[in-house]
């Protein structure tokens, strides 16, 4: 039978749902999102579904990941759509909390997650707190849904490094999955922030996921000369018109620089046009040496 979607704001509504269901031992996967769901979303909950009987989204603008001058009150809220698509995929609840409901005390005296050593570099070096605001409300939304396992996207590489790091430091029951980017026909990975884009933006956009695929196949090829990959990612960005934040090439399981044992590699890049700032990423295995 199809599943009702069932929008709850208040956090002990939620437990309550919660509760029935632990009680009968049946699992919970969780998809947190901040809204304007599209079909990355969508490939989240359909992974979601395939991990546990009960899936909870929630649809929640945190505040404190943004920084001052950052797209808060800018950052698409489409309500509608979002339970539209939510019923189209049969998803049981939406929890939908009130930015009171998350910071009963104000943002300013929460408790706070930190995650050391990643949460400052490439992203975090030029979003200062952002990574601080992601840990602190996932942790959060993880305590109050309790979910067996939570879903999110590959596309945010360093955000879902930082949140499978905050739960095993903080020894929180759930499993972290991590689930492929979901692209436009052009490569270009799919996000809200894409709204922003203008159409002649829109053309250039897919350059991105070209750069870091160019990057990947030299990689792939045998290159090493990391530092002269990551020149040419930055320059071929620059050339199609985007203000580069960095273009990086990390060890995948540490997000620090490669050395002589890395084989599983990343090329990650943050670039700006116009309004949107957007951020990709790709992994790379460097061929065994001879
Ligand atoms: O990736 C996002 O949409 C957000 O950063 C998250 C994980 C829902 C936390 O607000």
């Given at each position: ?5 069932e ?23 969780f ?38 001058n ?59 707190g ?13 305590n ?16 879902l490094?930082?949140?499978?790091r ?23 990975a ?10 002649e ?18 990689i ?14 930055t ?28 084989s599983?590699?990343v090329?990650?890049?943050a ?15 460097r061929?065994?040496?001879?």
């Amino acid at each position: 039978m199809a599943k009702s979607l069932e929008v709850i704001a208040r956090p002990a509504q939620l437990r309550e749902r919660v509760m029935q269901w632990r009680r009968k031992g049946e699992r919970i996967a969780f998809v947190p999102t901040m809204g304007n769901l599209h079909a990355g979303h969508g490939s989240l909950v359909s992974r979601a579904a395939q991990l546990a009987e009960h899936v909870i989204v929630s649809v929640f603008v945190n505040p404190l990941q943004f920084g001052p001058n950052e797209d808060f009150a800018a950052y698409p809220r489409t309500p509608q759509d979002d339970q539209n698509l939510l019923r189209s995929l049969h998803v049981e609840v939406l929890f939908a909390p009130e930015v009171d409901d998350i910071y009963p005390r104000g943002q300013e005296t929460t408790a706070r997650v930190h995650v050391p050593g990643l949460e400052d570099i490439l992203c975090g070096a030029f979003r200062p707190g952002h990574f601080m605001g992601v840990a602190t409300v996932v942790t959060k939304l993880l305590n109050l849904v309790q979910p067996d396992v939570a879903v999110f996207g590959e596309k945010d590489f360093q955000q879902l490094m930082i949140i499978r790091r905050a739960a095993i430091d903080l020894c929180m029951p759930v499993e972290i999955v991590g689930v492929e980017t979901t692209r436009e026909p052009d490569g270009l990975a799919m996000s809200s922030r894409n709204r922003y884009l203008l159409p002649e933006q829109r053309a250039v956009a897919p350059h991105i996921f070209a750069a870091l695929d160019r990057a990947r196949q030299a990689i792939e090829s045998g290159a090493t000369d990391y530092a002269a990959l990551e020149q040419a990612g930055t320059e071929a960005l620059k050339e199609a018109g985007f203000r580069v934040d960095y273009f990086a090439i990390r060890d995948a399981n540490t997000l620090q620089m490669p050395n002589g044992d890395s084989s599983d590699l990343v090329v990650l890049t943050a670039a700006r046009i116009g309004r949107a700032r957007l951020i990709d990423n790709v992994r790379a295995r460097r061929p065994p040496a001879k």
